[in-house]
């Protein structure tokens, strides 16, 4: 069924012209029809529109434009309810946008569309992405394909479901403390977050600004490497964003490991890491010895704070970033007797539980007198963080965790205890106060029931291309991307 293809096995069978992009849109389409119901990975799509985008690239691939510039043809990409597409609807998950529609297309967007994708539907997230397993959306919480009952991990858990029950060819995430990477780990497929300022954030609602990166789910390593490529590069319209080579990403994919030096962080493989998580990261981690990577254990010493930074950090920015919401420009408003009571009565109505008490604790980590002792001491720590990184790149090429230390959890197991579900952030969260890319693909599954397990490997600033070419080697000697859940 062509809505199960990869984007190397689509765009090659549509250079073949056995199949159209039509055809692959109607298949994801009918997929979306089956199983959408059950998994509620999209908020909402415009079928009529994704099949006119199809048209349109039938239409160039039959004048021969499927070349180089245009690597992902006909390819029907679904998109996070966070991103920019002009035209289509924007919540964020929230009620608060009320029936906003963009008015212009994301940076990343744009790219993929001059790729030639076929962008589509508003997948489901936690409202303003805050949050770890889509249940903070105000639209519904989406299940975890391979058992819905459980959690699809989030905030991107729409993007990761949607991927995993092959109702899209790839989608769109983003990734502030681990959210492309957790759910793809939960979801059994493979996630990048880059490097911050490999791709522009223009046209992405910010939650936490410096450290906000958009990035690809996908089916398998080589799609991960190619969307990248499509997405990366300097951008006059966000002063983030930095002007770094943007390499052939799939030509690092050869194979050979051999000699990589990869860091094995001893501060994460402790407490509350589920023991059968813990055997597939190990059996992971033989496997790339078997392939000729070296293990070298390191040390992350302030891994212990980078919850507690991130939660201030995090927080602190959201809580003015999402200012902006205040029903006067757009929001659904609801009047007041005065600006203010207009404020509060929108704001009140229109956030969720998790956005407020998000606002809350930012706005009193930045307040006078208590500034110093959590926002610049956070920031001070975050640097600490940091260099705990660099440090340990001076003796490895990219480094191996766990994504997650449990598999899928139960939906309302966590929802009541905040703190529960700030920790199952823990192995995520580091990589985004340092800034370093990180991606996290299947490497195996628990037993009963049958959940996938993530393996997450950090790079380098800017060594997007060894972690890539670390996972596919390794992708490419085991089963795991080939397995789908039973939906
Ligand atoms: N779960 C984390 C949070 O709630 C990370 C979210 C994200 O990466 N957007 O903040």
Redesign the pocket.
Known sequence: MLNQLTISELTARLARREVSAREATQACLDRIAAVDGRVHAFISHDAADALAQADAADKLIAQGGNGASRPLLGVPIAIKDVLCVKNQPLNCASKILGKFISPYDATAIEKLKAAGAIVFGRLNM?EF????STENSAFGTTKNPWDLSRIPG??SGGSAAAVAADEAIASLG??????IRQPAALCGCVGLKPTYGRISRYGLVA?ASSLDQIGPFTKDVRDSATMLGVMSGVDPRDSTSVPQRVPDYTAALDGNIKGLKLGLPKEYMIGGLDPEVKAAVDAAVKQLEKLGAEIVEISLPHTDHAVAVYYII?TAECSANLARFDGIRYCARVDGADPIELYSKTRGAGFGPEVKRRIILGTYVLSSGYYDAYYLRAQKVRTLIRNDFLKAYEKVDAIVTPTTPTAAFKIGEKSDDPLQM?LS?IFTISCNLAGIPGLSLPCGFTKNPKLPIGLQLLGKPFGEEAILKIAHAYEQSTPWHKEKPAL
């Open positions: 936690d992405a805050m949050g770890s989030g905030s983003t990734d502030t403390g681990g959210s939650f995090a700030y952030d």
